[in-house]
């Protein structure tokens, strides 16, 4: 997705600022850093580089962000890519379909590129929940995020209501529930927002 002039763009100012690349130049192979830089973009996770002096080449290794969930805020008027790590990297169309999940987040405000749509503690409870859904055996019509309650909420084709709590791993929670007979055991709700709990109706 990257083009090389692009990745060319991002390098430049971190060679040149580096401790040789001021008087060696950008071209210069003792301008350049060897080993990864990290984060060095929005769309980029990481970039190696890998110096050959024998044969005086560089060589530039890119690894780009994986698009893994689309982010809306502003009640989907504005919608962005994040990785896994829950980063912002890249605008995103408000698509249709079960392939990618989708995100309504009740803050107003556009996000900016770089930053996390959750708090680092958090984060990985949020992954794991996007990760792992489907094994409920249940269809996701709408996925919503309540910051303030710290809440990722599903509502489903079945007409069922799934709430995650944030604050700690609810994940764990779903093989618990991934074999029960949604129409009988819970018809409105099943909420895990409470540690090693579920409450349902």
Do not use: H
């Not at 989708?102 to 996000?111: A, T």
Request: charged residues 25%.
């Amino acid at each position: 997705m990257v083009s090389q002039e692009e990745i060319f763009r991002i390098l430049r100012p971190i060679i040149i600022g580096g401790a040789f690349g001021g008087i060696a130049g950008f071209e210069n192979i003792l301008a350049w850093p060897g080993g990864i830089i990290a984060d060095p973009s929005s769309e980029i996770s990481e970039i190696m580089i890998r110096k050959n002096w024998f044969k005086k080449t560089v060589s530039i290794q890119v690894s780009e962000r994986e698009r893994f969930a689309i982010w809306c805020v502003n009640s989907g008027e504005k919608c962005y890519w994040i990785d896994r790590r829950g980063i912002v990297f890249a605008e995103a169309p408000l698509t249709e379909g079960s392939l990618v999940s989708i995100v309504f987040d009740s803050r107003e405000g556009n996000l900016f590129f770089g930053s996390r749509v959750e708090e680092d503690r958090f984060s990985d409870n949020l992954i794991l929940i996007l990760e792992n859904f489907s094994q409920t055996n249940l269809t996701a019509k709408k996925i919503t995020f309540d910051l303030q309650k710290q809440e990722l909420s599903f509502s489903t084709e079945e007409g069922l209501a799934v709430i995650f709590g944030l604050r700690y791993d609810s994940a764990k929670s779903i093989p618990l529930i991934k074999d029960w007979d949604y129409g009988s055991k819970a018809k409105k709700y099943i909420d895990l927002t409470v540690e090693n709990r579920i409450l349902y109706q």
